[in-house]
Structures are given as structure tokens and as C-alpha cells.
């Protein structure tokens, strides 16, 4: 079992940053790919980002890249999401998850087992 505790989430204006941070606590969590989800006011739930246990893996939505930096640090059990140039559309509710290493594809929100109960960023414009 795996605990998710997301933080950092806030109002903000456009064009500003927020980092978000995920402290995960239980099983191991160097041996779990850790991602980043969000999900808008009636919109269905979105990848946002995603790395393995190394930097030598990373993914990003079209829609974050250049923007959203995913980064983890397996000695403090925490996956960060440094979020920059935020814009209105980023508003939402960001989750953080984990899932085992070489199920599914790391885009979908299906091949991760533990969810973070979420944190709230909203973008005023």
C-alpha cells in the first residue's frame, strides 16, 4: 500500500508558477513510476505528466511541454510537479499517482494504482 499527499496547489494569475509536491509514504517508492493528472470542472480527468524511476524516462501532454517540469526525489519519497506560465486553462484539480513499473501505458490513468486525494490550482487571467 501507498499513501499520496499532494501540496503546493493555490490561486494564482496567469503567468505565474506554482510547484506542487507529492510525498508518498509505505512501499518503497523509488520501485513505482510516479505521474501527474488534473482533472477541470466537467471535463474528464487528463495526463499532465509522467517519469520513471529516472529522469531517463519523462512524458508530457502536448498541452503542458516546455511549461511543467516533472522531477522526483527518491530519498525524500517525493515527486514534484514545477508548474510555469500557468494560464487560465490549467485550472483544475491536480492528482499525483503510482503505479508499477512496465504496466500499461504511462499516459493512462488506468495503469496507476495509488491515488493522491488531489490539491486545487486556479489560474485567474
Known amino acids: 500500500q501507498v499513501q499520496l499527499i499532494e501540496s503546493g496547489g493555490g490561486l494564482v494569475q496567469a503567468g505565474g508558477s506554482l510547484r506542487l509536491s507529492c510525498a508518498a509514504s509505505g512501499r518503497t517508492f523509488s520501485d513505482y513510476r510516479m505521474g501527474w493528472f488534473r482533472q477541470a470542472p466537467g471535463k474528464e480527468r487528463e495526463f499532465v505528466a509522467a517519469m520513471g524511476q529516472t529522469a531517463d524516462r519523462i512524458l508530457y501532454a502536448d498541452s503542458v511541454k516546455g511549461r511543467f517540469t516533472i522531477s522526483r526525489d527518491n530519498a525524500k519519497n517525493t515527486v514534484f510537479l514545477q508548474m510555469d506560465s500557468l494560464q487560465p486553462e490549467d485550472t483544475a484539480i491536480y492528482y499525483c499517482?503510482?503505479?508499477?513499473?512496465?504496466?500499461?501505458?504511462?499516459?493512462?490513468?488506468?495503469?496507476?494504482?495509488?491515488w493522491g486525494q488531489g490539491t486545487q490550482v486556479t489560474v485567474s487571467s
Open positions: 499517482a503510482a503505479g508499477n513499473y512496465g504496466v500499461g501505458s504511462m499516459y493512462s490513468g488506468h495503469s496507476y494504482r495509488y
